[in-house]
Every structure is written in C-alpha cells, then in structure tokens.
C-alpha cells in the first residue's frame, strides 16, 4: 500500500530523484535562505498593515545570495547561474549599511524611553518633546 509513496520518495533509489551531495545540501540550504525573504517579509508587512523591508529580509538575501555564489561557482560551473549571484550582493550590503545607519539615528524618549524615527518631534507613545542628540550637546545662545 506504501509502495506508491517509497517509489515517489526515493526514485530511482535517490530521494526525491535528487543524486544528493554535499554541494548538493550547500545549493538547497542557500535557495531555503533565499527564499525565506518572502515570508519575513510578509509577516513584518501583515504586523504592522504596511509594506516593511525588515533589516532580517536584507540579511537573509546577502546571505542566500552568497551561498548560491559559492554553489554556483565551486559546483555547477554554470556562467549564467554565477553571473545572477556574482554582484546581486552590492545593494544587500548597501540596504543593511542605510538600514544601521537609520537605526542608530532613531532618538530615545527622556520621559518613556521609546525609541523614536528620527524625524519625529515628540514621542508617539508619551506626547514628550524629543531633543536630537546634537541639540542637546550645542550651549544656549542666551
């Protein structure tokens, strides 16, 4: 009764008729990486009922493409395959630079101490008036 599923399974004598590798599980793994980017993404933008590109989304894309690079290049030798990998991490990496980079600008509220855009004047949780850091350091000019 079973036998349909062994034989769907293991075609051919190899799971899933895939001849599996080392390098074989190394492309996969990257391609699940890769592909993990969607869900991220969809689960922040349902969160908050709002297009969001997580710092996560840009991580998991700088990493599935550098695996997918490797695979391509140390394995399938395939120019076409090792040309779609080779620069596509030039605008990951510049994504998670901007994205520290506005993370760190966000200011912290001196009455709640929720962290707040940047370009926001007072707190969205308590009202409070939000100084930016070099506001705070300049003297009066009393």
Request: charged residues 15%; aromatic residues 20%.
């Given at each position: 009764?079973?036998d349909w599923l062994h034989g769907w399974v293991f075609y051919h004598g190899h799971f899933l008729g895939i001849e599996w590798g080392w390098w074989k599980v190394v492309g996969w793994t990257g391609n699940a990486i890769f592909s993990s980017r969607f869900v991220v993404q969809w689960y922040?933008?349902?969160?908050?009922?709002?297009?969001?590109?997580?710092?996560?989304?840009?991580?998991?894309?700088?990493?599935?493409?550098?695996?997918?690079?490797?695979?391509?290049?140390?394995?399938?030798?395939?120019?076409?395959?090792?040309?779609?990998?080779?620069?596509?991490?030039?605008?990951?990496?510049?994504?998670?630079?901007?994205?520290?980079?506005?993370?760190?600008?966000?200011?912290?509220?001196?009455?709640?101490?929720?962290?707040?855009?940047?370009?926001?004047?007072?707190?969205?949780?308590?009202?409070?008036?939000?100084?930016?850091?070099?506001?705070?350091?300049?003297?009066?000019?009393?």
């Amino acid at each position: 009764m079973m036998d349909w599923l062994h034989g769907w399974v293991f075609y051919h004598g190899h799971f899933l008729g895939i001849e599996w590798g080392w390098w074989k599980v190394v492309g996969w793994t990257g391609n699940a990486i890769f592909s993990s980017r969607f869900v991220v993404q969809w689960y922040a933008t349902e969160k908050k009922k709002q297009v969001v590109v997580p710092g996560v989304f840009w991580w998991l894309s700088l990493s599935g493409s550098l695996v997918l690079l490797a695979y391509s290049l140390f394995y399938k030798h395939d120019s076409v395959f090792i040309f779609s990998f080779a620069f596509s991490w030039i605008p990951y990496v510049r994504n998670l630079i901007i994205h520290h980079r506005h993370a760190d600008a966000h200011l912290s509220c001196p009455d709640c101490g929720t962290r707040c855009p940047p370009q926001y004047n007072f707190c969205f949780a308590c009202g409070a008036r939000l100084v930016p850091p070099e506001a705070a350091t300049k003297p009066s000019k009393n």
